[in-house]
């Protein structure tokens, strides 16, 4: 899709007119929770089906949270079921042809069959279901980050998915991915440095992140370290909390967030789900899956779609749904949270619930309520579901084009640098100044220093064996910088790949950072080491061949780990990964042989 600049858009959909609605600046700039009564109401003006374009207008500034508004339709994902992989080529080429002609669709796993919905700023949409039913799946289709083996037509103010989209969606995932080395406050600060706006000063910025952290509790253990594996940090639900501060921080027009209570307590659910209401509020479409809420936090919730094994059961108002199934004559027999009654019927656990007459006449099994409930969701819910989506009105076209507007960084390519800079060499600095990691160090030089001690380069023989040394000493840190570059990428990996989808900062920043950080690393490891080697080995003492040798094996080390850096850099974006693993090894092969040349030389 075609992605415009700002100005473009700006000049295009219409006159700038004052912002009739101002105090949304500050909600989108400054404030949090604060406006929300303002807010609120000026939403309750715009709702779905009456947008007034003059109000939107607000919305050109880019800083503003863009109103987005969101509808699904016979959303269906499937993925194909893992096979050993044929070794007969001909038979491989077959089920290639076939997979792509369609004719192996058992081959295949439906995780969604056809979810259809949609929701607007101001409400919260919560997704419910049984584990396994496509909660996940839906979201981040919703969110763009499954995009393959997708149908069914998801649109944001009617228009589909573009990678414009990207830093007006933010994400919670289930999975908290946040740097083990920082504390939370340090999270935060960096999260806010890189994201807010660079009109907002600095006080501005730790005041919002100040705000963010009361809101969530988080002050208790703003100097804590996250931790995670084996660095021992803040707890399960503070993680939580933090992966929310760290998007919400930055206004999200459209917020998913991927079971955010699990791991709270129920008061500090309830409390996430009120801040969550501030949000959405304040003009953002928030969507939430959620495993079981108790009875106060589902009546939260402005729409619910549940859904059973990729089938949704039921689409609407959280507060319609017991009266609809009721309708079905679907009743709980004894008192129950609506949402463990909800969760009951995804599963087709009906112990304590009646059925209605002609249910039981068909003898149910566990299978046949659910196929009922599918059933009675394409004839009653879907067909309102879909002519509402229909039937209301096109998104104003301001709204559509700015929808498509890439929105521009926030701050310099320099000021990207700086920050990133110091967060890599916050994370990365115990690594760098591991004990053990000078021992071994110190330790190879000391020996290769008595093994060579005193070696003199007289004869021909003794030469060859000082080369023997100086090659050793190269292929030592060659391989000390690729695996320095092995360990570290791997982790890294999952916050780059993270960050990168919510377009952060720039990937030149992040390869730049890294190469820079880690040349503490090789600069200091590299020079102890020669400072010991050289002199105990007896090369020449000269100034200037100490030097000399000291810039070489520099050279050697940041050349290796730069480009190590560079290789995993383009693995994770590269659509071709595949064909780049077998030029590891050549160009290493490459470098080697030119290494050993240079020192011959
Ligand atoms: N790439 C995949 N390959 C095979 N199966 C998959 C894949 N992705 C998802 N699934 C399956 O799709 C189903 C739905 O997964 P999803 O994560 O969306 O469930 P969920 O409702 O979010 O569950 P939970 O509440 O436990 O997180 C699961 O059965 C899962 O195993």
């Given at each position: ?11 295009m959909?219409?006159?700038?007119s004052s912002?009739t609605?101002g105090?949304?600046?500050i909600a989108g ?8 009564e303002f807010?609120?109401?000026?939403y ?8 007034d ?6 919305y050109?500034d880019?800083?503003q949270?863009l109103?987005?508004?969101?509808k699904?339709?016979d ?11 044929s070794i007969?080529?001909v ?6 042809l ?15 069959k056809?979810?259809?919905g949609s929701?607007?700023p101001g ?10 039913s ?12 499954l995009?393959?083996?997708v149908?069914?037509n ?5 228009i ?8 007006r ?11 083990p ?5 340090e999270?935060?600060?960096f ?23 009361k809101?969530?509790g ?7 370290r996250i931790g ?13 909390r ?20 699990s791991g709270?307590?129920?008061t500090?659910?309830n409390k996430l ?5 501030g949000v959405?509020k304040a ?6 899956t959620?495993?079981q ?8 919730f ?9 089938y ?5 108002k ?7 199934f009721?309708?079905?004559r ?6 129950m ?13 009906v ?10 006449a068909?003898q149910?099994s ?35 084009m700015?929808?498509?507007?890439k929105?521009d960084w926030?701050?310099t390519?320099w000021?990207q ?14 690594d ?5 990691r ?6 190879v030089?000391v020996?290769l220093?008595?093994l060579?001690?005193k070696s ?12 023997g ?9 060659t391989?000390?910088?690729i695996?320095?570059a ?10 780059l790949?993270?960050?990168r ?7 030149s920043v ?9 040349m503490v ?6 020079t102890s080491?020669?400072?010991?080697v050289?002199f ?6 000269t100034?200037?061949?100490f030097?000399?040798s000291l810039?070489t094996?520099l050279l ?10 560079g290789?995993f850099?383009?693995?994770v974006?590269?659509s071709?990964?595949r064909l ?7 160009i ?14």
């Amino acid at each position: 899709m075609e992605t415009r600049k700002e100005g473009e858009i700006e000049d295009m959909s219409m006159p700038l007119s004052s912002p009739t609605m101002g105090s949304m600046q500050i909600a989108g700039g400054n404030g949090f929770g604060h406006n929300i009564e303002f807010m609120s109401q000026a939403y309750l003006r715009n709702r779905y089906s009456e947008i007034d374009i003059e109000d939107y207008t607000v919305y050109a500034d880019k800083d503003q949270p863009l109103p987005i508004f969101l509808k699904f339709e016979d959303v269906e994902y499937k993925v194909r079921n893992h096979q050993p992989a044929s070794i007969n080529p001909v038979r491989a080429v077959m089920s290639k042809l076939a997979s792509q002609l369609n004719l192996e669709q058992d081959k295949y796993k439906e995780i969604l069959k056809g979810v259809t919905g949609s929701t607007s700023p101001g409400e919260i949409l919560a997704l419910m279901g049984p584990s396994g039913s496509g909660k996940t799946t839906l979201l981040k289709i919703i969110g763009g980050r499954l995009t393959d083996n997708v149908k069914g037509n998801i649109t944001y103010n009617d228009i589909p998915y573009s990678p414009a989209l990207k830093r007006r969606i933010g994400f919670v995932t289930q999975d908290d991915i946040l740097l083990p080395q920082l504390t939370v406050e340090e999270t935060l600060v960096f999260s806010a440095f890189l994201r807010l706006p660079s009109d907002m000063s600095l006080q501005q910025k730790y005041a919002k992140v100040e705000m963010i952290m009361k809101e969530l509790g988080l002050e208790r253990c703003r100097h804590t370290r996250i931790g995670g594996g084996l660095v021992k940090g803040i707890s399960g639900g503070e993680r939580k909390r933090t992966s929310i501060g760290y998007e919400i921080l930055v206004d999200p027009s459209l917020l998913l967030l991927d079971e955010p209570t699990s791991g709270l307590d129920s008061t500090s659910a309830n409390k996430l789900i009120h801040i969550l209401q501030g949000v959405a509020k304040a003009g953002r479409t928030v969507i939430t899956t959620i495993h079981q809420p108790s009875s106060r936090m589902f009546h939260m919730f402005d729409k619910l779609l549940l859904i059973s094994e990729g089938y949704p059961i039921y689409s609407g108002k959280g507060r319609d749904c017991m009266e609809y199934f009721s309708s079905l004559r679907f009743i709980p027999e004894i008192a129950m949270n609506p949402a463990e009654f909800l969760l009951d019927l995804a599963t087709g656990q009906v112990n304590d619930i009646s059925l209605p007459e002609d249910l039981v006449a068909s003898q149910g099994s566990v299978d046949s309520e659910r196929a009922y409930l599918q059933l009675k969701y394409k004839t009653h819910l879907e067909p309102k579901e879909k002519e509402e989506n229909h039937r209301s009105t096109k998104a104003p076209q301001h709204l559509q084009m700015a929808i498509q507007v890439k929105k521009d960084w926030t701050i310099t390519w320099w000021e990207q640098f700086t920050i990133i800079m110091k967060r890599t060499f916050r994370e990365r600095r115990r690594d760098y100044f591991d004990k053990l990691r000078l021992l071994q160090s110190l330790g190879v030089s000391v020996l290769l220093g008595l093994l060579w001690w005193k070696s003199s380069a007289a004869t021909e023989a003794q030469l060859r064996d000082q080369i023997g040394l100086l090659f050793y000493i190269c292929i030592f840190w060659t391989s000390s910088s690729i695996f320095g570059a092995v360990y570290v990428f791997p982790f890294e990996k999952v916050y780059l790949v993270k960050e990168r989808k919510a377009d952060m900062y720039r990937l030149s920043v992040y390869y730049v950072c890294s190469t820079l950080c880690d040349m503490v690393a090789h600069v200091l490891y590299p020079t102890s080491f020669m400072l010991i080697v050289y002199f105990m080995a007896g090369f020449k003492r000269t100034a200037i061949c100490f030097f000399l040798s000291l810039f070489t094996i520099l050279l050697i080390a940041i050349i290796s780990q730069g480009r190590d850096d560079g290789l995993f850099v383009v693995d994770v974006v590269s659509s071709h990964r595949r064909l780049l693993r077998p030029a590891y090894t050549e160009i290493y092969a490459v470098d080697e042989v030119l290494i050993v040349h240079v020192l011959w030389l």
